[in-house]
């Protein structure tokens, strides 16, 4: 996943430029300390891709066979990110092949060309970083065979690299970016010679960074858990590069990566993907599984409430359920108007789903993408439970969302449940969302109840003014739930339940009681890599509520076991962490 940093002031651009400028004349580096050891994987399938010309980029598809990166139109702010941090190397250098080396050699010289005396866009403190790991990591890669000019060019991109994230590193905001451009610099303070000078900044700096992400309990202000696991791997490989210097690794960076690794750890459904809440995705396979177990033997929180997120968990069954209120105001360019909404997954097959992001597939799909409808909860009258502003260029931020959430925990020896409600949509309608999911021990049952009530005799006038202005037909409501794409649904002959069907042979089925109306309707996944988004389905329950409380109450259960011959042992991922 790549994450651009948030739109900069002119002023910080500006300083940003001026100090690549005037540190492009600094000390060249003489050498390394050591042999470099690879920082961050890549897989061959994407250095095939990218020496045939198509980048797989924060979810777009750039084909662009024959050009160089830095020739290329980025349809994205995020693809710029991308292309200027050297993503795209990890893959070559996975591929390792002759094509492969001599591709990034050229593009590598190209990019020192054109761009190493301090222009272009790629001059932010954690693109600077970012190159500076990659160029550090695959530097034997860089400079086997005969590079064009030799090894002079990188080692004096390296030093210049170093000093501007050295004189420009604060100016990075807080979280990922900073943690970018620090641990960059921290790597190129240990591995090259004549830069040890910027280890002392660079070790402080890291350690303010790890202290207020313990303090927060390894919570992030986008609430984005793709971007934590992005964090806690910046972290490791700190720790890693520390350790192999024979350096003292600080408590606070050891603290940081365990309040990182035990959200993680709570937050990771039973498939070892993360819930794709906020931006982010569920992340490449057996990824986190990597970075979890490089962090050490950590468990799940206790009352399973890890950044604003609450889950459930019962024999091969994850329920995670987004259970505070979205990030709004600056910043919430990535953020959903998700509260309330889950997702389950019954041992390696996601279930029920989130859309997830659609920004790779266009502006209309990114706000698409952010809406309540886009997850499996309930919404009013095509109306969010969180508001986007007006779209003047890019995304825009939430406002006027819950300014309350309500969560209490229940545990008993045959279930475990989860009570909650929002506020949501208190101003517009009067009305309360308080959601009850309830998961048998076994996994085998999931129950859950929707209700909308006008609790106060304030909200009762409120709620009395929306129905006076509908002439009494009500309030309508829809709660979706909406399905992987691998998942096959059959809506049952009285459009009383809808059956499930997995491609493990499991089969589940939802169930409502009341007044609702059951449908099947189109859907979408937004899957990363791909042209498009992927076609689904999604089970809606809808009606009107027509009185201060409403009540829908339904039943998603596991009607068929995976047949023993079909289980998913031959999916298992070798360096999968059991659940703890």
């Not at 402080?204 to 992400?213: D, E, H, I, V, Y």
């Not at 972290?235 to 990182?260: F, H, P, Y």
């Not at 085998?444 to 709620?463: I, K």
Request: glycine share 12%; hydrophobic share 40%; aromatic share 6%.
């Amino acid at each position: 996943m790549i994450l651009p940093e948030s739109p900069a002031s002119g002023r910080t651009r500006f300083m940003n430029k001026l100090a690549a400028w005037v540190t492009a004349r600094g000390l060249r580096a003489q050498g390394f300390v050591s042999q470099p050891v690879p920082r961050g994987i890549g897989m061959q399938a994407r250095g095939r891709q990218v020496l045939a010309g198509n980048f797989v980029i924060a979810g777009h598809v750039v084909e662009a066979p024959g050009q160089s990166p830095w020739d290329i139109k980025a349809p994205d702010p995020a693809v710029t990110a991308g292309l200027q941090g050297f993503e795209w190397l990890e893959h070559l250098a996975a591929l390792g092949d002759r094509a492969a080396r001599e591709t990034a050699q050229g593009w590598t010289a190209q990019w020192i060309a054109r761009h190493g005396g301090g222009s272009g866009p790629g001059w932010t403190p954690a693109l600077a970083g970012q190159r500076l790991r990659r160029w550090i990591s695959h530097a034997l890669f860089l400079l086997s065979g005969d590079p064009p000019g030799g090894s002079e060019p990188l080692f004096r991109a390296l030093a210049h690299h170093a000093a501007f994230v050295a004189r420009r590193w604060q100016a990075a905001p807080e979280g990922l970016p900073r943690i970018e451009a620090l641990c960059g610099l921290l790597l190129a303070a240990l591995s090259l010679e004549g830069m040890e000078g910027h280890l002392p900044q660079a070790r402080s700096g890291l350690a303010r960074a790890c202290r207020s992400l313990s303090d927060t309990n390894g919570t992030i202000p986008s609430r984005n858990p793709e971007e934590l696991l992005q964090i806690l791997q910046l972290l490791v490989w700190a720790a890693e590069a520390l350790e192999g210097a024979g350096r003292m690794v600080e408590q606070a960076l050891v603290e940081g990566i365990e309040s990182a690794a035990i959200t993680l750890r709570t937050l990771r459904h039973k498939d070892g993907a993360l819930p794709r809440f906020h931006g982010g995705d569920s992340g490449d396979p057996g990824r986190l599984d990597r970075a979890l177990g490089l962090a050490g033997n950590v468990v799940s929180a206790r009352d399973g409430r890890a950044m604003g997120y609450g889950r459930l968990q019962g024999g091969r069954t994850s329920v995670i359920v987004d259970a505070a209120p979205p990030p709004m105001g600056a910043g919430s360019e990535g953020a959903h108007a998700s509260t309330l909404a889950f997702e389950l997954t019954s041992h390696r097959r996601a279930v029920i789903v989130s859309c997830g992001a659609g920004a790779p597939f266009g502006a209309d799909w990114e706000r698409a993408g952010r809406a309540t409808a886009s997850h499996s909860t309930l919404a009013l009258d095509g109306l969010s439970s969180a508001r986007m502003g007006p779209t003047a260029q890019g995304p825009a931020p939430l406002h006027d969302g819950p300014a309350h959430v309500g969560v209490e925990r229940e545990t008993e020896p045959s279930h475990s449940a989860f009570l909650l409600s929002h506020d949501g949509y208190l101003a517009s309608h009067g009305l309360t969302h308080l959601r009850r999911l309830d998961l048998s021990r076994d996994g085998r049952a999931l129950l859950g109840e929707d209700t909308l009530a006008a609790l106060s005799p304030a909200e009762r006038r409120v709620f009395d003014r929306v129905m006076a202005r509908g002439a009494g037909t009500g309030v309508g409501y829809a709660i979706r739930f909406h399905l992987h794409p691998e998942a096959e649904a059959t809506l049952d002959l009285n459009a009383s339940a809808v059956s499930v069907t997995l491609r493990s042979g499991e089969v589940w089925v939802l169930r409502q009681e009341g007044a609702a109306q059951m449908t099947l309707e189109p859907s979408v996944y937004f899957e990363p890599g791909r042209l498009r988004p992927r076609a689904t389905v999604q089970i809606v329950l809808s009606g009107r509520a027509q009185g201060y409380t409403s009540q829908i109450v339904w039943s998603v259960t596991k009607a068929q076991d995976t047949p023993l011959a079909l289980r998913d042992i031959g999916r298992e991922d070798p360096l999968a962490l059991p659940d703890l």
